[in-house]
Structure formats: C-alpha cells, structure tokens
C-alpha cells in the first residue's frame, strides 16, 4: 500500500514541483505525472531531500528517461530528476571523476579531450552517467562497468556510500547488488578507469560511432533507443523485421522503418498505453514466428491511466 503522508520540506535548494508531467523528462516523450518531482541542486542538496521523505514513500530516480516508458496514470510518491547539464568532471590521479547527472556523450567528449581512450563508446548513449551505471550501458563492444574503479551511492536513510564493482553483479545491461538483491540507492557520483590513449584519435572515433547511429537509427523521432535485449546469438532487431513488422503501428506508436528493435512516436501524440501495447505485439508475434521470446530492454514503470 501507499501511503501518502503530508511531507514537509525546508531548506531545499533545488526544483520542486507537484503533479509534474514526466512526459518533458523522457525520450518518448508521453506518460502520467510525477505527484512530486525534485531536480536537486547537488549531491547534498539530494541527500536532503531524501531526509525529508518518510521511509514509507515510494522513490523513483530518473536521468534523461532514454531508457523509460511511465505509464499513463503516472508515479505515486517522489522522482528525482538527476540530469545536471552543470555536474562536475574532473581527472585526477588517472580516474576520470563525473557526476551523476553529467550526459554520458559530455563524458565521452570530456574523456577525448582529457587523452583518455575507449569512453568513445558512451557519445551515442543518450542518458546520464547514473542511468549509465544502473543499466551497464554499452554498444560496439564497450560496457560502462567494466571501467569502473569506484561509485558513491546515495541510500535510502539519507548517507552516503562508496562502492568498488565487487560491491556488484554486473551483467548484460544488467546491475544487481552482489548476491543478487535490486540495487539500492541512488549513483551520484563515478569514478572511472581509462587507458591513456590519443586525444584526435578519440575524437575521430566518436564521430564514426556517431555518423554510424544517424545512418541505421531513427534519432529524429522520439524513441527509446533498443526496446528489446538481444537474445543469445541473435539480434532482436533481425527477428522483429523477419517477422515483418516494420511500420508496424498501434495508436500513435510505430516500429521503426530504419530500426526494427526501436519504436519511434513520430507525431508526437502516442500514450504510453500505445507503445506498451506496440511493445507486447511484436513480443507476441516474434515468439510465435520464430519460438524466441524477447525480453524489454525498456523499463516501463507507473500505473496504466484508470
Ligand atoms: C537513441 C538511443 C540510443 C540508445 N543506445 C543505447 C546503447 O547503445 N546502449 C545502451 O546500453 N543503451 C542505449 N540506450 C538506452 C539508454 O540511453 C541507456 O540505458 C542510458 O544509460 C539510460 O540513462 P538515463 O539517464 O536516460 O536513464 P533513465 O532512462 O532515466 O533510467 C533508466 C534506469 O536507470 C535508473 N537510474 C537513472 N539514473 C540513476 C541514478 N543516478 N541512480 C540510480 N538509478 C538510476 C532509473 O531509475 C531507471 O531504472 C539508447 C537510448 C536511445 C534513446
């Protein structure tokens, strides 16, 4: 049950807004509301505003929402919203330092100027940092964890703690704590390893991985990059085009012509109850074609519009 008790708040220095639409905080662009939604200051200003809330309230993290779908009826209890286009990067004694709020492509441009190789790879993941960690984001063969050295975590009580990736179970696109629990907290802070390496070369690496996105994916549109994982030895991508199902539509929600595993909201006007829909068709139909079922990439969370 939820419960939803009068929260009193003081000395915030961040945004606060009540009955919020998520759908101005995610990349499909449609969804319910946030009761409450919190863009924190900083890391303390965060850390206060989890003090404020009863323990009983339902917290719910959101960077960039690349990789939600929020339901219609939208999200009891509070949201953070943790992009921070200002958050801090830094390199000091060979670990690159970044917020959790920072642009995972600002990383990877930050890395290049900075000589540090093999971050080329985290230019085309549209989230944050923190949304980075939470998922292991990854493509053309990089995965954020396996650089990291070391990430701060904001729990539940209000402290903080620093973790090292033995703290961790780390999978494809996938990050529980060690022993398998959900993670717990929220990442504010990662510092991460790279090999030295050359500055240009970077650079002209992130515009290849970049030129190759704007060529086989449909970033003009509203979409939530991959919605399925690729199944072992096989891509999800591959399967749903098999199955004949690009252009594929359900209300304002379409399976992309140019990317089969995406899902564009091209006018803008699709529910989120479209998309989820869109979603459990081509799951159906793929594993009746094919006998492989796909799992969602895409975390779909809130409650359907009553
Ligand atoms: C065009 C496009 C291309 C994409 N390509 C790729 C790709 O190549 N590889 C890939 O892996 N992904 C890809 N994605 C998916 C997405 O960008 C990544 O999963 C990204 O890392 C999500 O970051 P975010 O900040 O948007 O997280 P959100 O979508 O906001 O959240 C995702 C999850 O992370 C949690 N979370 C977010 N921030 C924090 C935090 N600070 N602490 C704890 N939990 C947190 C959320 O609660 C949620 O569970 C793509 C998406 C798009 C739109």
Redo the contacts with the bound molecule.
Sequence with gaps: MIVSEPVHFSGLRGMLKREESLAR???WRCGGRADLAYAPADRDDLAAFVRCLPATQPL?????????LVRDGGLRGAV?L??NPGGALAVADGLLYAD??V??PKVARFAATHGCAEAE?LA?????????????????GG??WRYVARVE??LRDGGFAVRTPSDYSIGY?SVRRAGGAA?D????AAWLRFPQGDSSAARARIKELLAR?VAT???NLP????VFRNPPGDHAAHLIERCGLKGHAIGGARVSEKHAN?IVNPEGTARAADIEALIEYVRRVVAEKTGVTLEP???I?GEAEK
Excluded at 124 to 140: E, F, K, Q
Excluded at 185 to 188: K, L, P, R
Excluded at 223 to 226: L, T, W
């Design positions: 905080h995610v990349t719910t993290v959101i960077g960039l929402g690349s990789n939600l953070v943790m992009h959790a709020g642009a995972s790879f085309g993941i549209p989230g944050t940092i923190g949304g980075a960690l939470a998922m292991n984001a990854g493509c053309y995965e954020i975590v904001l696109r993670l907290g929220i990442f504010t996105r994916q449909p970033l979409n939530a990059g991959s995406f990439e895409v975390q969370i």
